[in-house]
């Protein structure tokens, strides 16, 4: 999963500066290596704020790094078009379930995307509850998250489940 890690300030006190750390969860480490380009997160600095900080590639990164002073964005919700900050009801739903952004698959960004786009142009009130009776949340394993739609139910959304955008 391609990612990269963010701050909206400098740490006031070196001692907060902490470098990220991989929490060893997952099972395959040397497949989770950010492959996140310096060049590739130039051309996504415009969906983030002014002034945000981005820490330079470092591909010995893994997918699971925390740390106290920096974000870790996974880069697929500004590859399909989201901006930074999200929209209410994509940032409703991580705060609900208390996912970090880096946990959801990149399905599971394109499916709220897609819902995004239908309450903004569609009119349509689209909330927490109505997306629980049509997905279920399903680990993928190593800590990580995607929708899978409800048994003996048609796809909500056709095609934002396969690896194409379009």
């Known amino acids: 999963?391609?990612?990269?890690?963010?701050?909206?300030?400098?740490?006031?006190?070196?001692?907060?500066?902490?470098?990220?750390?991989?929490?060893?969860?997952?099972?395959?480490?040397?497949?989770?290596?950010?492959?996140?380009?310096?060049?590739?997160?130039?051309?996504?600095?415009?969906?983030?704020?002014?002034?945000?900080?981005?820490?330079?590639?470092?591909?010995?990164?893994?997918?699971?790094?925390?740390?106290?002073?920096?974000?870790?964005?996974?880069?697929?919700?500004?590859?399909?078009?989201?901006?930074?900050?999200?929209?209410?009801?994509?940032?409703s739903f991580f705060t609900l379930i208390g996912l970090c952004y880096i946990q959801a698959m990149p399905m599971m960004w394109r499916v709220l995307f897609t819902l995004e786009h239908i309450i903004e142009n569609e009119g349509i009130n689209i909330g927490l509850s109505e997306l629980s009776h049509m997905y279920n949340l399903v680990s993928q394993g190593s800590h990580r998250f995607l929708f899978k739609h409800k048994p003996q139910q048609p796809h909500p959304l056709m095609k934002v489940t396969k690896n194409d955008t379009h």
Not at 20 to 49: A, M, V, W, Y
């Open 1 to 91: 999963m391609a990612k990269m890690t963010t701050r909206s300030s400098p740490a006031k006190n070196p001692e907060h500066n902490s470098p990220p750390k991989c929490q060893g969860l997952t099972k395959n480490p040397s497949l989770e290596l950010c492959r996140f380009t310096d060049p590739e997160i130039d051309q996504l600095r415009h969906c983030l704020p002014d002034g945000t900080i981005f820490r330079p590639f470092d591909s010995s990164m893994k997918s699971d790094c925390e740390s106290e002073s920096w974000v870790t964005f996974p880069t697929s919700p500004f590859q399909i078009g989201y901006d930074n900050p999200f929209p209410a009801f994509t940032q």
